[in-house]
């Protein structure tokens, strides 16, 4: 079956070569008769519409397993203009997405019969699948503005038909149209999104369907709620790059989509090579390869793909036995009592349908080995997760590595900053310089008052900022640094004074350090770490790591620096590292919340006692946390604005391991 699919897609793909020979060829053809090629795989089944009483059909293919395992669900792609797209998305899904039940919808079969010689089989597409209801002197027969009613027979009775009496996966609905049914896929998305997780759109819309869609929109939005928690679709749109008259109105759909109080959308906005005609095969094998990223934990897309236009997981991956994927994580199962693993997968749950907030991955390391894996919404898991303000800490552990080799010791963290970087010129600098040290940055009490406004305008410098012209420029356009000055102020400053003072010490660069001497070591490969204007490493954000290396950080720590029976990082300096010797003072930080050298610190009670837990911290729910007397490293990534994820950490995950 699958040569026969690829035949099939091989000859739509190029069909548009050969349409030009045709009319040459044609005279020269034989009329033959012949019978119709019947596709085993396709069952018709004949639907009505129980309200308008049309008669449709649905052609459904099913997964080639699906008599195999009576337990197993299936996620479905419904279309519509089935005739003209059934090839083109069975080749696809074929080799792209096997487990998926496709349904296609058909036009209208008994359409008077004097709009079918008019018109031709499809004459019911313009009336279905049309939500303006001006008439068309041109077509005076034509009734348009059907959209509303065909939407219901697709809810009311494809849908449900489809629930009824097969193995459907209600989390997994997915729609594609193009065209004419591209803009039926757009109505349907503005009006009812809860019809389909996924929407694929193709070359949808035009400039004058615009003012129907902001009008139906204006009359949606003033009945709206502000909920927390809206509903959520992915979507793809794609046209030709030669449709450049359909940038602007589709700019202005995404603009309404976007303003709506109760929809949050991912969105991947493409443009393919060709017109409207010839770029359809291109948007439907790679709309199919976005469609199979979003019902798979493990990415088919390489690591290039920008965080934001990854769509949401439709089922969340939930497993207690992780999977061994040679990449040095050790795994094992999770032995904790049943009512705690049911309170952890019900989290789970929870997590997925957002109860708790935008969190992508949840990690669960026991005794050095991974016993729960689960990725939701954004995760993947061999996709790079932006780390934020995680990367903090892994820049100390950075430190912690060059003063394990020797290149700086415990006592040079107490000396001047300045001392180590022998290209800034101390005659410049602000009075009070000699008292930022390695420790007071890592502190955050580097003491630099900087005119954020002026400083914007450095920026734009980059000759200037390169290597340590960086800490040149800040220390000669701060204030003194004085006691006062050198108080807990969160920011990125302090971080890259210390991957100055790292570069400057250590063979070679700070980025070739970070790369062989921690990262390669740990197996960690697969990354993204971005490069400050001074053209060092980031050292306070824009790294990308996976879940499992993030893991891999967190073992590091777990141990005291050891890995594999190496001494990594300095135990002493991580121990420091580690601990809460210093209050932040920032309202948004937890009251309880302490600072070592750049990993946060606090103490989790659990019925009578209290553990002592330490963490790298990002915005957006990056943890890696460590609890040393449990043996635990807990890993969280996430997209969320209000992060409070460790409530349910600390009360659900961490107290089930107390018991063990």
Do not use: C
Not at 137 to 154: S, V
Not at 173 to 182: T, V
Not at 506 to 517: H, Q, Y
């Amino acid at each position: 079956m699958k040569i026969t699919k690829l035949l099939i897609l091989t000859l739509i793909i190029s069909l548009q070569t050969v349409f030009a020979q045709q009319n040459s060829v044609i005279k020269n053809i034989q009329n033959v008769e012949g019978s119709s090629l019947v596709l085993p795989q396709i069952q018709v089944v004949p639907i009505k519409d129980t309200e308008t009483a049309r008669n449709y059909e649905l052609y459904i293919e099913l997964p080639e397993d699906y008599s195999e395992n009576n337990n197993k669900t299936y996620p479905v792609l419904y279309y519509t203009d089935a005739m003209w797209h059934l090839e083109m998305l069975s080749g696809s899904t074929e080799f792209m997405l096997e487990d998926v039940i496709l349904v296609g919808i058909s036009w209208q079969k008994d359409v008077a019969e004097d709009l079918r010689q008019q018109y031709g089989a499809h004459a019911s597409r313009f009336t279905d699948y049309s939500f303006w209801k001006k008439t068309n002197p041109n077509h005076p027969k034509l009734k348009f503005g059907q959209a509303e009613n065909h939407l219901a027979f697709i809810r009311n009775n494809v849908i449900q038909y489809m629930d009824n009496n097969y193995r459907i996966d209600p989390d997994s609905r997915s729609y594609f149209g193009y065209s004419l049914s591209g803009a039926f896929g757009a109505y349907i998305l503005l009006t009812q999104p809860d019809t389909f997780n996924n929407y694929i759109l193709g070359s949808p819309l035009n400039k004058g369907l615009i003012p129907y869609l902001s009008e139906i929109n204006t009359k949606l939005g003033a009945s709206e709620s502000n909920e927390n928690n809206p509903l959520h679709a992915n979507v793809y749109i794609a046209y030709g790059t030669l449709e450049k008259e359909k940038d602007e109105p589709i700019d202005e759909y995404l603009k309404l989509l976007k303003n709506r109080k109760n929809l949050s959308l991912s969105v991947q906005n493409k443009t393919m090579e060709g017109d409207h005609g010839t770029a359809f095969p291109r948007v439907a094998v790679e709309s199919v390869a976005w469609l199979s990223s979003l019902m798979s934990h493990v990415s088919n897309t390489n690591n290039e793909i920008s965080f934001w236009d990854i769509p949401h997981l439709n089922k969340a991956f939930v497993t207690t036995t992780p999977e061994d994927r040679t990449d040095g994580v050790s795994v094992d199962t999770l032995s904790v009592n049943s009512n705690d693993q049911n309170a952890i997968l019900k989290l789970s749950e929870e997590i997925f349908d957002g109860k708790h907030g935008n969190y992508d991955a949840v990690l669960i390391s026991h005794k050095n080995k991974l016993v729960f894996e689960s990725y939701y919404k954004k995760g993947r898991i061999n996709l790079p997760h932006g780390q934020a303000s995680a990367v903090k800490g892994y820049t100390s552990l950075v430190l912690g590595r060059a003063i394990q080799m020797g290149y700086l010791s415990m006592e040079d963290l107490h000396k001047p900053l300045i001392s180590f970087l022998k290209d800034v010129d101390p005659k410049k600098v602000a009075k009070g310089t000699e008292k930022i040290t390695l420790h007071k940055a890592l502190t955050m009490h580097g003491g630099l008052t900087i005119d954020r406004d002026q400083w914007k305008e450095f920026e734009k410098d980059s000759v200037r900022l390169k290597g340590q012209g960086l800490v040149q420029t800040l220390l000669e356009q701060s204030g003194p640094i004085t006691h006062e000055s050198q108080t807990y102020l969160y920011g990125n400053f302090n971080p890259m004074l210390v991957m100055t003072v790292i570069d400057a010490v250590v063979p070679g660069t700070a980025e070739n350090f970070i790369k062989t001497e921690l990262l390669d070591k740990l197996g960690i490969t697969e990354y993204k770490w971005s490069t400050h204007i001074s053209g060092l490493p980031e050292a306070g954000s824009r790294a990308s790591i996976m879940s499992r290396d993030m893991l891999k950080l967190g073992n590091l720590v777990l141990n005291k620096g050891k890995l594999n029976g190496e001494q990594l990082i300095s135990a002493e300096y991580l121990a420091k590292a580690t601990s809460g010797f210093v209050k932040p003072t920032q309202d948004w930080m937890p009251k309880d919340y302490r600072y070592g050298y750049f990993w946060y610190q606090t103490l989790i009670k659990i019925d009578d006692k209290s553990y002592d837990t330490t963490f790298a911290w990002g915005g957006g729910g990056q943890r890696v946390i460590v609890i040393e007397e449990l043996d635990l490293t807990i890993v969280i990534s996430g997209h969320d604005r209000e992060d409070k994820i460790m409530t349910q950490i600390s009360e659900i995950i961490i107290p089930a391991f107390v018991k063990q």
